[in-house]
């Protein structure tokens, strides 16, 4: 059988195929990962970074980067906690000002809206590499975060909040609904709009791109303040479902969420992958997590482990490039 046959089928389907022995492995040596509940439990899990890495996308597809979000995230979890807990208080003013539940979630999402929109208007009007404007609002925002909350969690924000993070609707849990909408608006977006052609095509050619008329600024700018934006949702839901702001929440999970990109088959030169095969990527990701926590593999090895899969995604990708 000659396999440079299959090899356009090969590289097509290579993140299914990876997926599935993956899952074949894991399975073979852990009676607990091919259960309902494990299931479940995964697909909670990597609902999160399914929603930071569709904002990751849209960025890696304009041939950008964003190493914010983990903070972002972190920072707008800890604000929805503080305002719905405590709301706004000035006492030397005799001012206080309460949040609903709604109203403090719209308040994180809005925050990590400005903070994304921040970071494009740093990288289109300032020309600063998005590696070192996105690096420092890391900084930025987890900074803000330990201000904010005094490097103590924020605990006890009441079961109806919780509901979002743990809760079930028609037999599925909360956040894999909420990951479905944005895996579903970010579908649309790319595929049957303006903005998601100028996104691609940017990311493609980017001279190219501003003789054509595409307003690139605007276009970068909008694509970061989404990933901001998505980020905040990221927060809102591991807030929730641990009913505590945590000042340390986020570490590594722009790691993860450029992972689940480049795994999904994203270039990280811009302009090529799709949103389906970034939530593939997560998928991996997450079975891969799951996989080694099962296996009892030590929090240091599963490091190694995803970078060494990090690494591995790109050099597959660097010579499917070549090879195309």
Do not use: H
Not at 11 to 40: E, H, P, R, Y
Not at 154 to 161: P, T
Not at 241 to 265: F, T
């Amino acid at each position: 059988m000659d396999l440079r046959l299959y090899k356009p089928y090969l590289i097509k389907f290579q993140s299914l195929i990876a997926l599935f022995i993956l899952c074949l492995l894991i399975s073979m040596v852990s009676d607990k990962f091919l259960t309902l509940s494990n299931g479940w439990n995964v697909m909670r899990q990597i609902s999160v970074n399914i929603c930071i890495s569709v904002g990751m996308t849209l960025v890696v597809l304009t041939a950008g980067i964003d190493l914010s979000v983990g903070s972002v995230l972190a920072l707008c979890g800890a604000l929805t906690a503080g305002l719905l807990k405590n709301g706004i208080a000035i006492p030397e003013a005799n001012l206080f000002v309460g949040f609903t539940i709604l109203g403090a979630m719209l308040a994180g999402i809005l925050t990590g809206t400005a903070l994304g929109t921040f970071n494009g208007w740093a990288i289109t009007k300032f020309k600063v590499p998005a590696f070192i404007a996105t690096l420092a609002m890391l900084t930025i925002a987890r900074g803000l975060t330990l201000l904010y909350t005094k490097g103590f969690p924020i605990s006890g924000l009441g079961d109806d909040f919780s509901y979002l993070g743990t809760g079930w609707f028609l037999g599925i849990p909360v956040p894999v609904w909420i990951s479905a909408i944005v895996v579903l608006a970010a579908v649309v977006l790319t595929t049957k709009t303006r903005l998601g052609r100028y996104i691609y095509a940017i990311g493609g050619n980017e001279n190219a791109s501003r003789l054509s008329g595409i307003n690139i600024s605007k276009v970068k700018i909008i694509v970061y303040a989404i990933a901001g934006a998505l980020a905040a949702v990221g927060g809102l839901i591991v807030t929730s479902r641990l009913d505590s702001a945590q000042p340390n929440a986020g570490n590594s999970y722009e790691l993860d969420s450029i992972a689940a990109v480049v795994i999904g088959g994203t270039s990280l030169s811009g302009g090529k992958g799709s949103i389906m095969g970034t939530v593939l990527g997560a998928v991996i990701i997450g079975v891969l997590n799951n996989g080694l926590v099962l296996l009892n593999v030590s929090p240091f090895w599963q490091q190694v482990v995803k970078g060494a899969v990090i690494l591995l995604a790109v050099i597959v990708d660097k010579v499917n490039s070549k090879a195309e």
